[in-house]
């Protein structure tokens, strides 16, 4: 599944998060899938699209980096499958 991960870096400090991945990496357990990401101008915001079948991957991952990020993390699917699904309901 895809899930659209939106991070609000803690006080706004896009500097200690960038520290973090470039000392430790990305930190991402194996099975959950790092697609793209996007940060906001103001670096107060990224949206990262990921993907995994076990949600529990994104509870050890939002575990080591909470002191620097809140998480919200969003079950997405891509328009053109939803687009299909609702074809016959239209």
């Given amino acids: 599944m895809l899930f659209m991960v939106i991070e609000t870096f803690r006080n706004q400090n896009g500097k200690a998060v960038y520290r973090k991945l470039r000392d430790a990496g990305r930190g991402l357990p194996d ?43 969003v079950p997405v699917v891509e328009g053109k499958t939803t687009r299909e699904a609702l074809t016959p309901l239209l």
């Fill in 31 to 73: 099975g959950l899938k790092f697609v793209s990401s996007y940060v906001t101008a103001d670096l107060g915001r990224c949206f990262q699209l990921m993907e995994t079948d076990d949600i529990t991957l994104f509870q050890q991952w939002i575990a080591d980096w909470q002191e620097v990020v809140e998480f919200e993390v």
